[in-house]
Nanobody, 120 residues
Framework: QAQLEESGGGLVQAGGSLRLSCAAS????????MGWYRQAQGKQRELVAT???????NYADSVKGRFAISRDNAKNTVYLQMDSLKPEDTGVYYC??????????????WGQGTQVTVSS
């Protein structure tokens, strides 16, 4: 059974920075894609950034140049460095990991979410 533990959210002023972490645990056979998504109040969940097991990254246009996603495969952890934060970045941030955890079948696993609030 997979467990994802997120950390790093909080309250920050506009222009500030935060770093999110998401660590996967369990009987991990293989992790492929890792990513971050966010959901603002009253809106649908949206992609923020993803990273493949080869290190290829993909970002939402709204965060390009400000956010950086990275991963530590030895620690089964994905990070999101968020700089130059804006009030519109406020929301609950979720990590998603695709892989084979506890089973040879590949599935998507979601974290519990961490609140990021950017004040103006």
């Amino acid at each position: 059974q997979a467990q994802l533990e997120e950390s790093g959210g909080g309250l920050v002023q506009a222009g500030g920075s935060l770093r999110l972490s998401c660590a996967a645990s369990g009987k991990i056979f293989r992790i492929t894609a890792m990513g971050w998504y966010r959901q603002a109040q009253g809106k649908q969940r949206e992609l923020v950034a993803t990273i493949s097991n080869g290190g290829d990254t993909n970002y939402a246009d709204s965060v390009k140049g400000r956010f950086a996603i990275s991963r530590d495969n030895a620690k089964n952890t994905v990070y999101l460095q968020m700089d130059s934060l804006k009030p519109e970045d406020t929301g609950v941030y979720y990590c998603k990991i695709t892989g084979q955890i506890g089973t040879w079948r590949s599935s998507d696993y979601w974290g519990q979410g961490t609140q990021v609030t950017v004040s103006s």
